[in-house]
C-alpha cells in the first residue's frame, strides 16, 4: 500500500531474556511514542513479537583473532612444507 513501510527493530543483549525484555520495551516505546521520533501524522504498530535467535548475533572479536592467527598460521606452515621444492624453487 501507498505510503506504508516496515521498520526492523533490532535488540542485542548477553542473554535471550534481556534481549527479549529490552525488545518489548523499545518496541512498546516506538508503539506509543514514535511519532516523536519519526514527526508528522504517523501510525505505528506492532507487526509480530520479538524472534530470537538459537546462535550468538555478534561476533566474539577475541575468539575470532585467535582463531585466525592460529588458522592463518597452520595454513602458512602447510603451504610453506608442500611448495618449498614445488612451483617456487628451493627456498
Not at 606452515?77 to 618449498?84: C, D, G, S
Amino acid at each position: 500500500m501507498y505510503g506504508t513501510g516496515l521498520l526492523r527493530l533490532t535488540v542485542y543483549s548477553r542473554t535471550k531474556e534481556d534481549a527479549t525484555a529490552l525488545a518489548a520495551a523499545v518496541t512498546d516505546t516506538v508503539t506509543n511514542r514514535g511519532w516523536e521520533y519519526v514527526g508528522g501524522d504517523v501510525s505505528i504498530k506492532t507487526v509480530n513479537s520479538p524472534l530470537l535467535s538459537r546462535l550468538p548475533s555478534r561476533p566474539n572479536f577475541m575468539i575470532n583473532t585467535v582463531l585466525g592467527f592460529v588458522l592463518g598460521a597452520l595454513f602458512a606452515a602447510w603451504w610453506v612444507t608442500k611448495y618449498k621444492r614445488g612451483v617456487f624453487g628451493k627456498i
